[in-house]
T-cell receptor, first 112, second 113 residues
């Protein structure tokens, strides 16, 4: 069974703090990794993707990938109340669309 | 229109009805997907089409029937659904189905009475 795991939360952080969201995956051969943000009642919106070990930064967001540990994370710097949403980790486990597996999501709440 | 659109946005149907969900992508992508999102459950991939060719997903009940007439349009035909099929149905598209990021439509909120 190919799985992607996330803490369901809620993760609460004060405004201006760093929010750290974590994701682990079961298939060591996974090739590409994605973070989506989903506001309540809305569809998922792509934030970042990462293919290589290390860090990838885009504005206030940093994705971190460690394939040896089968671990991917998303850091949100200077968190804002508008960042409050559910964050979905998705893993493409063997470079085929039919093995694009989503985690259950972590609900983030940024407190003003 | 831009991105991925879905109609209708909301649908209420009885268990004996037949209805169809429509998805259209305006991104020039060649792969399209149907997902089901139920409360407190991860997104479930239902069907994948790449270059209008369907990738089988044997875990989806036959009361759900997809159709992809061309690379821009995707349908999900529904018949004799059950109340547990009530969920948000999301369409997505990507350029190629091998590791590419997927872009989602707004979804159809389906309620089966």
């Amino acid at each position: 069974q190919k799985e992607v795991e996330q803490n369901s939360g809620p993760l609460s952080v004060p405004e201006g703090a760093i929010a750290s969201l974590n994701c682990t995956y079961s298939d060591r051969g996974s090739q590409s990794f994605f973070w989506y943000r989903q506001y309540s009642g809305k569809s998922p919106e792509l934030i970042m993707f990462i293919y290589s070990n290390g860090d990838k930064e885009d504005g206030r967001f940093t994705a971190q990938l460690n394939k040896a540990s089968q671990y991917v994370s998303l850091l949100i710097r200077d968190s804002q109340p508008s960042d409050s949403a559910t964050y979905l980790c998705a893993v493409n486990m063997d470079n085929y669309g039919q093995n694009f597996v989503f985690g259950p999501g972590t609900r983030l709440s940024v407190l003003p | 229109e831009t991105g991925v659109t879905q109609t209708p946005r909301h649908l209420v149907m009885g268990m004996t009805n037949k209805k169809s969900l429509k998805c259209e992508q305006h991104l020039g992508h060649n792969a399209m997907y149907w997902y089901k999102q139920s409360a407190k459950k991860p997104l479930e991939l239902m069907f994948v089409y790449s270059l209008e060719e369907r990738v089988e997903n044997n875990s989806v009940p036959s009361r759900f029937s997809p159709e992809c007439p061309n690379s821009s349009h995707l349908f999900l035909h529904l018949h004799t659904l059950q109340p547990e099929d009530s969920a948000l149905y999301l369409c997505a598209s990507s350029q190629g189905h091998r590791g590419s990021e997927q872009f989602f439509g707004p979804g159809t909120r389906l309620t089966v009475l």
